[in-house]
C-alpha cells in the first residue's frame, strides 16, 4: 500500500517536473523567435536581443529538465533564471504607463508562482 502511494507521488512529481520543462521550452520558444511580441506589452519592445537570450536560457533549461535522469540541477537553474527575469519586470512595477505596469504586474505573479514550483521540485528531486 505505502509503495503504491510512493509511486503514484514520484509519478505526479515526474509530471510537473516534465511541465515545468515543456513550459520553459515553449516560452523560451516563444522569446527567441517572437521578442518583440512578448516585449510590448511589457514596455521592452527595445530589448529585443536580451528577451531572446532569455529565450535561449529557457530553451537550454528546458531541455535539460527533459532530457536529464537527475533534472534537479535545471530546475535550480530555471530558478535562477526566475530570479534574473523579476529583477527585469520589477522595475517596470512603477512604469507611467498603467498597461505597462499591469503585464508587469501580472509577468511578475507568474514569475513567482513558477519560481515557487521550480525550487520546490528541485529540492525534491534532488532527494
Not at 504607463?97 to 508562482?113: C, P, T
Request: charged fraction near 20%.
Amino acid at each position: 500500500m505505502m509503495r503504491r502511494k510512493a509511486m503514484r507521488q514520484t509519478a505526479s512529481t515526474e509530471a510537473i517536473v516534465n511541465g515545468l520543462g515543456w513550459f520553459s521550452l515553449g516560452l523560451g520558444l516563444l522569446e527567441f523567435f517572437a521578442p518583440k511580441s512578448v516585449g510590448r506589452p511589457l514596455g521592452m519592445e527595445r530589448q529585443s536581443t536580451l528577451l531572446q537570450t532569455y529565450g535561449l536560457r529557457e530553451m537550454i533549461a528546458g531541455l535539460g529538465v527533459l532530457l536529464s535522469r537527475r533534472p534537479a540541477a535545471w530546475l535550480w537553474a530555471r530558478a535562477f533564471g526566475d530570479v534574473v527575469d523579476m529583477a527585469t519586470v520589477a522595475p517596470k512595477l512603477g512604469s507611467r504607463d498603467a498597461s505597462v505596469r499591469k503585464a508587469n504586474g501580472l509577468a511578475a505573479l507568474a514569475i513567482g508562482l513558477v519560481a515557487a514550483l521550480d525550487v520546490y521540485y528541485a529540492m525534491k528531486t534532488a532527494r
